[in-house]
Every structure is written in C-alpha cells, then in structure tokens.
T-cell receptor, first 121, second 115 residues
C-alpha cells in the first residue's frame, strides 16, 4: 500500500486566494482525519470522517475552512479566503476499526500522510 | 513570525546512549496512550502504545512507562542511533465503549543524536 497520499506537498499563495488540499486515505480505512500543525499550537484535529460522513468538525477554525469526503478514497480541505495565519502543515490521516493498522493492543492506529505545507503571504 | 520565542524541548544525546523522553498528560480520565515519531518533512509515525492498566510496555529498542499517579509517560530508547533523530509526541485518549475517541497530542520533544 502506498500509504496516505497528500497533495500538494507545498503550496505558496497570497492572502485572499482559495486553497484546496487533497488526501487519498489507505484503501479500506473507514476513518479519515485532518490535522493542522504549527509551532505555537502543535497538532490540532480539525475534522474527522467515518465512512465518508463528517463526525466532528469542532476543530475547524472558522467558516473559511471546509472539508468534504465525496467517496471513500478522496477528501479535500478547502480554505477560502486564505489568510497568513493559516500558514501551517496540514496532515491527513486514516485508520480502520476493522482492517489492518491495529497495534498489538488491538487499538486502531492513525497512519499519517507526509503533509501539505501551506504558506500564505 | 509565529515561531519567535517558542522552541521545542530538545534532548541531545550521543549515538549509543540511552534516551528518555518525558511527557505529562492532562486528562486523568485518559486510558490509552501512544508515542509517535515525526522525522523532518514527514508525518507522525506510530511507535508504541500502552493502556492505563499497564505500567510498562516494551517494543524493539523502545520502552514506554506510565505513571498514572502523576500523569506522566516516558519513552525510553535503548542504544540511540542517528536515525532516531526526530520529534517525539505523546498522545492520549479515553476510549469509549462504542464509537471513536480522538487523540490529543502533546507539544513534542526533539531528539538530536550525534554520531
């Protein structure tokens, strides 16, 4: 398996522009997570999906952020309009309750993508 | 910039030494803990986990210790190698009887291993 695939790896944009980040989870995983990482706040959960349905979006900073999962193999995180304070590394992660990716304790383990580094000027 | 004045705790060791990375967790109700390793330019990667009914768990070259009394976790890495250089995060959660509970990540510790 190629793991969780994110694109783009790097994005530099100007304030006010729309940004779309993409994620392909591991095939068969039924949970998908979007995290944001900054030095100030560390890793923050933005939103997660189960079977393509958003379960908890309480971490989404504000209305400028939206996430979708139109099918089991694809998700997007969109920022419109972008602001300099959105600059961060955005990670997508997936896990499965029923298939693989379990630790020896039986707990499902998050597998992270390599991240998308966003810089908003 | 947002990084001014803020640095990750850093542990510098020599190759071959044993490393101990500490983590204080916040929620006394948490019953499951994980250590992740994040190398430069990559996403966090699972290392080892432990349940609250355990005090210690060993993996390959790594040991996690849990002290629930003081809400403290540690990750011990034996015979540290340059490839162990990374940021290490602890994460905690309280697993529900059904459904899913999300992880809360600590701020991380940077481990630097010198040859």
């Amino acid at each position: 398996d190629a793991g969780v695939i994110q694109s783009p790896r790097h994005e530099v944009t100007e304030m006010g522009q729309e940004v779309t980040l993409r994620c392909k989870p591991i095939s068969g995983h039924d949970y998908l997570f979007w995290y944001r990482q900054t030095m100030m706040r560390g890793l923050e959960l933005l939103i997660y999906f189960n079977n393509n349905v958003p379960i908890d979006d309480s971490g989404m900073p504000e209305d400028r952020f939206s996430a979708k999962m139109p099918n089991a193999s694809f998700s997007t995180l969109k920022i419109q309009p972008s602001e300099p304070r959105d600059s961060a590394v955005y990670f997508c992660a997936s896990s499965s309750h029923t298939r693989g990716g379990r630790s020896s304790l039986g707990a499902n383990v998050l597998t992270f993508g390599a991240g998308s580094r966003l810089t908003v000027l | 910039g947002e990084n001014v004045g803020l640095h990750l705790p850093t542990l510098s060791v020599q190759e071959g030494d044993n490393s101990i990375i500490n983590c204080a967790y916040s929620n006394s109700a948490s019953d499951y803990f994980i250590w992740y390793k994040q190398e430069s330019g990559k996403g966090p990667q699972f290392i080892i986990d432990i349940r609250s009914n355990m005090d210690k768990r060993q993996g390959q070259r790594v040991t996690v210790l849990l002290n629930k009394t003081v809400k403290h976790l540690s990750l011990q890495i034996a015979a540290t190698q340059p490839g162990d250089s990374a940021v290490y995060f602890c994460a905690e959660t309280r697993r529900p009887l059904s459904g899913y509970s999300t992880l809360t990540f600590g701020k991380g510790t940077m481990l630097l291993v010198s040859p």
